[in-house]
């Protein structure tokens, strides 16, 4: 009989297999050209990834979240990117079968697991991004139909995604602001216009795009649940599982980085040894381990928190907070171990460096999270 624990192994030697085979050779160069993966995105599809978290009963594959975790990190060990093409559309997935009504659901997560429909999540505008009740995007009722207006930035699937989770106020007098949130969903189309494609100091090959509404009119049914009011809630629960997703992406690309770092150690020689026999390279590699493993525990730990249906923003905040600073530090360590050759485009540890960044500010800045996490702290002792 297979077990869970068989499936999950199956499936990360086979994500560990096509990083390996068809990722790493190609990544830096894509990387370098800023282009889009589109044969890679490909073989997601018929590695059923897009599928990864939707049910089975929708066609999915049904993974917890600390196999994804697991899965996110793989993929990320070859190119961050990647994770990416995923994320988001993951993320609009989650909203449909946690959120959404039976009608939707049967509507879209078929497509999605099949990578038909692709998604992005649309919730950061100009005016509004840690501040997410603050945001303009109105959604206005017109008989059996809302007509929604507003534009959206640093939208990660914008240009290659068809399918977008939209915030909205549906009520622009709601106290508090949140109250006034609703999602939809909605296909890209008459009334969306896609605008410019971000620059970035990393995270290349993704689009990553400025993108508006204008008088875009969508079904009521639409409305992520049917009811709305409760978008915000709704894009917490979310972001939980989309700071797990950061967190796995900081233990992969730190674990790629500490991996050439210790490999170039064992054979660069100066002083007429190794550089790893030096001491000073000896307390950054274990340093660096120490905190890798750390970071992927409590990565672990959210995850399976999620899993059981506990709450853990708590744990999703700390795990997305330690990871990604981690990530960083590591990114940087590694390229001290490499030298100046680090600091070249022969090695990608100057990708990795340029990576790193995005995950202490993506899904909720360090900032936010330190403030999620007193907030919950702070609750626990009062009670
Ligand atoms: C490459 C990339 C991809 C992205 N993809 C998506 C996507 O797919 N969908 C989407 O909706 N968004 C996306 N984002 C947006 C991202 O989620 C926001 O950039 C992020 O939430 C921060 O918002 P902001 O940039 O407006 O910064 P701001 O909110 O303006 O923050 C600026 C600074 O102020 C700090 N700050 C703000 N408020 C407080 C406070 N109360 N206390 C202490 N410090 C505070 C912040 O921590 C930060 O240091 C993406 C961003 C990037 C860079």
Redesign the pocket.
Known sequence: MTTPHDVREQILATVRRFVQREVMPVAGELEHRNEYPHALVGRLRELGLFGATIPEAYGGLGLDCTTYAMVVEELCRGWMSLS?VL??HLLLAYLLYTHGTEEQRRRYLPAMARGEHRG?????E?E????VQSLRTTAVRDGDWYVLNGS???????RHGTLYAI?AKTDLHAEPPYRGISMFVGEKGAGTRVGRD?D?LG?KGID?CELTFEDYRLPSTNLIGGTEGRGFSQVMSALEVGRINIAARAVGVAAAAFTHAIDYARHRRTFGKPIAEHQAIQLKLADMATKIEAARLLTYQAAERKDRGARCDLEAGMAKLFASETCLEVAIEAMRVLGGYGYTTAFPIERYYRDAP?LI????????Q??VIARQLLQRCAS
């Not at 992005?120 to 950061?124: D, E, G, H, I, K």
């Open positions: 990416g994320n988001t992005a999540l649309c919730l950061t100009p509004a991004g840690s501040d959206k930035t640093f939208i990660t699937n914008a915030a971000i970035k995270y990553t995005l500010i993506g899904e909720g800045t360090n900032e936010i330190r403030l």
